[in-house]
């Protein structure tokens, strides 16, 4: 794992985590687009360009009282990273906490993410990324 894969999927979380959506939105490409997570109840859901995936993280985010993504393992090449995400969601209605273990692919081009998909089954994203575990 190159430590610019690392660095970039810390920095990512971080911002989500915080809120600052801003800044996490900074770490992708004009051009970004994020795919919804297969197996997900977004599975075909397809946002192109910062505008897009920023108001789509800002919906997301808005629907839990708190959001945090912790990676668990990150697993890159030159050009894409897997993270196995711990996503804790808390409910606004309620104390329901509810944890799901996820995975997402990124495709980086010049230290940006141009693309994202998220995934249900972690060795799923690792086949599609064409990567071994």
């Given amino acids: ?27 992708t490409h004009p051009d970004v687009v994020q795919y919804g997570t297969v197996g997900g109840m977004d599975q075909d859901l397809v946002l192109r360009g910062q505008a897009a995936v920023l108001d789509y993280w ?44 996820t995975a997402a692919v990124f495709k980086v081009r010049d230290r940006k993410i141009v693309e994202i998909r998220g995934y249900m089954d972690r060795e799923e994203a690792i086949r599609a990324a064409g990567l071994e575990s």
């Fill in 58 to 101: 800002d919906d997301v985010g808005e629907t839990w009282a708190s959001l945090t993504y912790e990676p668990e393992r990150i697993i890159s090449s030159d050009a894409v990273i897997v993270v196995f995400w711990r996503e804790t969601a808390r409910s606004s209605r309620s104390d329901l906490e509810v944890e799901t273990q």
């Fill in 1 to 27: 794992m190159s430590a610019t894969a690392e660095e970039l999927i810390t920095e990512l979380s971080a911002a989500l985590n915080s809120g600052d959506l801003d800044r996490a939105v900074g770490l």
